[in-house]
């Protein structure tokens, strides 16, 4: 079975803390995306990365940072916490090519009190 | 920004009805696929739509890809518990591999 794991799935952090999401996928994929979930807004594109040390910014890259440096890995930073960052957050991962299956890890519901 | 916006918000239903739920955008793309998410985890790809008026069905569930690639539809036929959850499209942008999701609707199927 394909499989993105993300590690935390409940945090909360106080506002200015540093916070870290790390995921991971065992499928070899070179695409890797963090995305946020909020009610009524769907999933909003926050970060991708289509290679090892690679990442380009998505939608809605403003108070997140990213890091890849292998190719299994996807770390999403939050470098000082704010409450307008508490949402869920979903990594995913795919192959590559038009068409191709992208898969979602469980996610991480972040609180920022 | 793209934007893709689903309706009806939210659906609730009686067990064994029909119903459609929409995906509408102004922008046109290379592919639009389905996913449902269910409480407490992640969306799970359902279907791709790639070829502009394109139906493809899944059991008791049909999609339809619009002529102009802008829009999409999913049908459910005789609603069942089971399907409850989160109906989330999504539309891969022309040249990269981006997806554009919708708004989400999300669909009570009561017994």
């Known amino acids: 079975d394909v499989k993105v794991t993300q590690s935390s799935r409940y945090l909360v952090k106080r506002t200015g803390e540093k916070v870290f999401l790390e995921c991971v996928q065992d499928m070899d994929h070179e695409n890797m995306f963090w995305y946020r979930q909020d009610p009524g807004l769907g999933l909003r594109l926050i970060y991708f990365?289509?290679?090892?040390?690679?990442?380009e910014k998505g939608d809605i890259p403003e108070g997140y940072s990213v890091s890849r440096e292998k190719k299994e890995r996807f770390s999403l930073i939050l470098e000082s916490a704010s409450t307008n960052q508490t949402s869920m957050y979903l990594c995913?991962?795919?192959?590559?090519?038009?068409?191709?299956?992208?898969?979602f890890g469980e996610g991480s519901w972040l609180t920022v009190v | 920004t793209q934007l893709l916006e689903q309706s009806p918000q939210f659906l609730s239903i009686q067990e064994g009805e029909n119903l459609t739920v929409y995906c509408n955008s102004s922008?046109?793309?290379?592919?639009l696929q389905w996913y449902r998410q269910e409480p407490g985890e992640g969306p799970v790809l359902l279907v791709t739509?790639?070829?502009?008026?394109e139906v493809k069905k899944l059991k008791r569930l049909t999609f339809q890809f619009g002529d102009a690639r802008k829009d999409s539809s999913l049908h459910i036929t005789a609603a069942q518990p089971g399907d409850t959850g989160l109906y989330l499209c999504?539309?891969?942008?022309?040249?990269?591999?981006?997806?554009?999701f919708g708004t989400g609707t999300r669909l009570t199927i009561i017994p």
């Open positions: 995913a991962s795919s192959g590559g090519g038009a068409g191709n299956t992208i898969y």
């Open positions: 922008s046109v793309f290379s592919s």
């Open positions: 999504a539309g891969e942008n022309f040249g990269n591999e981006k997806l554009t």
């Open positions: 739509v790639v070829t502009g008026g």
């Open positions: 990365s289509y290679d090892v040390k690679m990442k």
